[in-house]
């Protein structure tokens, strides 16, 4: 009996298929700086110590409006008589990148979520097993699972998940949930999850009931969108990213404190908190900086006692 051996045959370029995928990122100049730039983020971020600690969120009364920053974009609002989070993740690592900042509060310790918002497709802020946990908490309870609003072509990546119901939302498209509205709003940033699927929506959210009003601006660059939102809106508190801002290029989808300051302006909210800086080492600025170039930038605008820093899981009552 005669045994025949098979050779694997290698392309005719002499690559093995992995050497071909990771020949370009090799042999072109930018892309060879771009994974440069991540390895040196990954390397500062493991080596830097994870800080902060949880704190149980307080609950809301007489018609409050309750905001818990947990970190980075996520934060538990208490509204309408609802129970919300917008963006959340709870992730120790954000695939090889650490979080610096602990959560500030802990899943166990929310009641019972009624609606989950989620700007855009991108890894830090659609964060599948945040979501998943939501939802497994709410089972554990015995309580409907939340629902969740997405903007459009989004529903395919948490259809899976066990939310009583997912809600695609274009630009000025609003969704009302009992006492509470939410309309999904215009940012400049993109929303592709992976480099094929450009066509997913992204955006930020207006919530309002009959007293209060918050807008979250997810991930965004400066632009005049944020006058048109506030003309037609008027959210009282603005919650908006002021970090990942360097190389100078990232600016053309994140906002940088000066950014952010005149996108408070222009919006003209009561109250501006800061979010997008501190959690995850995205950029090359110092992860203390955009904080105290906000305290600058609010200083020259005299808007210094508008502007609250929240501390992660302290929650502020409105």
Known sequence: MTTARCKRLRPESGLHPKEQMLKPTLTNPVLR??????????????????????????????????????????????????????????ARWLFVLKRLRQPGV?????????LVLV????????????????????????????????PHHVMDLV?????????????????????????????????ARIIQDSHRGYGGYVLRDSKHSLYHAGDTAYFSGF????????????????????????????????????????LNARWMVPMHYGTFKLSHEPMEEPLQLLEQEAKAAGIEDRVLVLQEGVTRFF
């Open 227 to 266: 006058r048109e939102i506030g003309r037609r809106l008027a959210p009282e508190l603005a919650l908006l990213p002021i970090g990942a801002y360097n190389p100078p290029s990232f600016r053309n989808v994140h906002t940088n404190p000066a950014d952010a300051t005149r996108a408070f302006l222009d």
């Open 33 to 90: 700086k771009r994974a440069q730039a991540f390895g040196r983020l990954v390397r500062h971020s493991a080596i830097l110590p994870r800080t902060g600690q949880a704190y149980k969120p307080k609950l809301v009364s007489n018609g409050e409006l309750g905001l818990t920053f947990i970190g980075h974009a996520s934060f538990f609002v208490q509204m309408g008589g609802q129970n919300v989070i917008i963006d959340p993740n709870f």
């Open 119 to 150: 700007t855009h497709a991108h890894f830090d802020h659609l964060h599948r097993p945040s979501l998943r946990a939501i939802v497994q908490q709410a089972r554990s309870r015995r309580a409907a699972p939340p629902i969740i609003v997405v």
């Open 106 to 114: 802990q899943l166990r310790d929310l009641p019972p979520i009624d």
């Open 159 to 191: 259809s899976d998940l066990g939310f009583g119901d997912v809600v695609e939302l274009d630009w000025w498209n609003s969704y009302r949930h009992r006492e509470l509205t939410v309309t999904h709003v215009p940012s400049r940033h993109w929303g």
